[in-house]
C-alpha cells in the first residue's frame, strides 16, 4: 500500500479522533492496573487494549462511511468525503471494514488466560456497526454513539481484571454523557438535511435551541459521573482539580455554540473535546502514580 492510499484510510476513519475514546481506555485500564504494590498487567495486555482500541474504531468508522455514503452525497457538508467523491471505492472500504473487524477478534486472543475479551468481541462489534444505522429509526443516536464509546473502560477494566466494579461503570457514564452531549451539538449542523432526508436526530425533534440545553444536560451529567468516580475509587486532589479544568472546558465549548451561529462548532467539537479527554488521562495517571504506596 502507498503512502498516499494509506493516508486515505486514515482520513477515512478520521483515525486523529481516536483521542476521544482511546484516553478513556487507557485511564480504565489504568484504574485497573493501580494496586498499592505497583501497576499489574502484563506488555501483551496493554498491546491489546492499544490494538482492539484501533481496530474496532476503525472497523465502526469505515462501516460508517459505507452504511451513509449516500446521505453523504446528499449533503454538501460531508459530499467531499472518500466514497461519495470517489477516492475510495465500496469494494476496498468493504475489504478493510472486513480486515479490522478480524483484527479486533484476533487482537482479543492477546488477553489469554483471560477469555472475557474474546466472547463478548462479536457482541461489541456488532453493537458498534449498529450505530450507523440508528438515524433511520430513533432521535437516540447520539445515545447509541455515547454508548459504543463508553465501552472502552469497561473493555479495557475486564480484559486486565476480568470483572466488572463501580469504578470503571461510573467512567463509562462519563464518557456515555460526554459523547453523547458533543454529538448532539455537533448534529445542529445537519438539522435541515435531517428534516429533509427524513433521519431523526435531538436537533431535528427539539430544535437547536432544545438541543444545545440538552447537550448542556448531558455534560453536567459528565462531571457529576467523574466525581462518583473519584469517590468510589478513591482518587485525590489532583484527579478532581482535572475534573475542575474539564468542567471549565466545557462551559467555554458551550459558549463557542449558538443557536444563531454554528459556526464554531468544529472547533468545539474537536479541539475542546481533545483536551478534555487527553487532560482527564494525564491527570488520572498522575494522581494514581502519586498514591500508590509501598506494600
Request: with cysteine.
Amino acid at each position: 500500500m502507498s503512502i498516499a492510499a494509506a493516508r486515505d484510510y486514515l482520513d477515512l476513519v478520521k483515525f486523529s479522533h481516536t483521542v476521544f475514546a482511546l484516553p478513556f481506555a487507557l485511564f480504565g485500564a489504568a484504574l485497573a492496573a493501580r494496586t498499592p504494590e505497583g501497576w499489574r498487567g502484563r506488555p501483551q495486555d496493554w498491546l491489546g487494549i492499544l490494538l482492539c482500541m484501533a481496530a474496532a474504531r476503525s472497523a465502526a468508522m469505515a462501516f460508517n462511511r459505507l452504511a451513509d455514503r449516500h446521505y453523504d452525497g446528499l449533503n454538501p457538508r460531508t459530499a467531499g468525503r472518500h466514497l461519495p467523491a470517489g477516492k475510495l471505492s465500496v469494494r476496498a472500504v468493504t475489504l478493510f471494514t472486513f480486515l479490522c473487524c478480524a483484527a479486533f477478534v484476533a487482537s482479543t486472543l492477546l488477553f489469554l488466560p483471560n477469555r472475557w475479551p474474546l466472547v463478548l468481541s462479536v457482541p461489541v462489534l456488532a453493537w458498534l456497526l449498529a450505530y450507523s444505522y440508528t438515524k433511520r429509526f430513533t432521535s437516540l443516536a447520539h445515545f447509541w454513539l455515547g454508548a459504543s464509546l463508553s465501552m472502552a473502560p469497561l473493555a479495557a477494566w475486564i480484559a486486565l481484571r476480568g470483572d466488572l466494579e463501580w469504578p470503571p461503570a461510573w467512567l463509562a457514564a462519563a464518557v456515555l454523557c460526554w459523547v453523547s452531549g458533543f454529538d448532539i451539538l455537533y448534529a445542529c449542523q445537519d438539522v435541515d438535511f435531517d428534516r429533509e432526508m427524513g433521519l431523526n436526530s435531538v436537533p431535528r425533534r427539539l430544535g437547536v435551541p432544545g438541543a444545545l440545553r440538552l447537550a448542556a444536560a448531558c455534560h453536567a451529567l459528565m462531571i457529576a459521573a467523574l466525581v462518583a468516580l473519584g469517590l468510589s475509587y478513591p482518587m485525590g486532589a489532583f484527579y478532581y482539580g482535572g475534573v475542575a479544568l474539564a468542567a471549565l472546558l466545557l462551559i467555554y465549548e458551550h459558549a463557542l455554540v449558538r443557536p444563531e451561529d454554528l459556526t464554531r462548532v468544529n472547533l468545539a467539537f474537536f479541539h475542546v473535546n481533545a483536551v478534555i479527554s487527553m487532560g482527564l488521562l494525564a491527570v488520572g495517571v498522575a494522581d494514581l502514580w502519586i498514591h500508590i504506596t509501598p506494600g
